[in-house]
Structures are given as C-alpha cells and as structure tokens.
C-alpha cells in the first residue's frame, strides 16, 4: 500500500490549509486511517484518526480546529487545519492500517505556521 500526501506549506497564524492523502488502495475495509505529526525533537504523536466503525478521535490540542474526513471513492483522506497556530508546526504523516494490523506511512507533508 502507497501512501501519497500533500497539502502542506506555509500559512500564517489563523489561516487554514488541507491536507490530503491518497491510498493505492480501498480505504473500505481498515482497521484505522489517520494523521499523525512529528516535530523537530519531538515524538510522532496522533493528530486524527476514523477508525472502521467511521467515528473519528482528535488530539486534544486539536479538537475544534481540525476536521478529519474520507472519500471513500477517491480512497482518499483529508484533514482541514483552521485557526492554525505556530505550535501546529510540523511533518504530517497519513497513516492506514489494514485489516490484518500492518501499518503503512505516508511521506511526510511539512506544515510551517508563521507567528
């Protein structure tokens, strides 16, 4: 499975940007699609995540300013990032595991806020 992001640049603090992550295969059947983020020094930590039942979880630093969805057509995911703030700086990573709990990444798309 292949895993093409895209999306990220560079935004001021309060703009919005989105994300997008294309699968190489059906986004249908998984255990969980989602975003993860990793600074410079800093553990790769979740952003969003829907898992197969379809409910989505977001960071707390998140909740209320990033929005996760799926076209299930385009096997796609996207994240909407609004009020951006310069601590949301980071590489973004698409994630998918399948249903036998293989986990796959996609390149990293780099997200730059300016304060």
């Known amino acids: 499975v292949q895993l093409q992001a895209s999306g990220g640049g560079l935004v001021q603090a309060g703009g919005s940007l989105r994300l997008s992550c294309t699968a190489s295969r059906s986004i249908v059947s998984i255990n969980v699609i989602g975003w993860f983020r990793q600074a410079p020094g800093k553990q790769r930590e979740l952003v969003a995540r829907?898992?197969?039942?379809?409910?989505?979880n977001y960071a707390d630093s998140v909740k209320g300013r990033f929005t996760i969805s799926r076209d299930i057509i385009k096997n796609t995911m996207y994240l909407q990032m609004n009020s951006l703030k310069p601590e949301d700086t980071s590489i973004y990573y698409c994630?998918?595991?399948?249903?036998?709990?293989?986990?796959?990444w996609g390149q990293g798309t780099l997200v730059t806020v300016s304060s």
């Open positions: 994630h998918l595991q399948s249903p036998n709990q293989v986990d796959y």
């Open positions: 829907i898992t197969s039942s379809g409910s989505t």
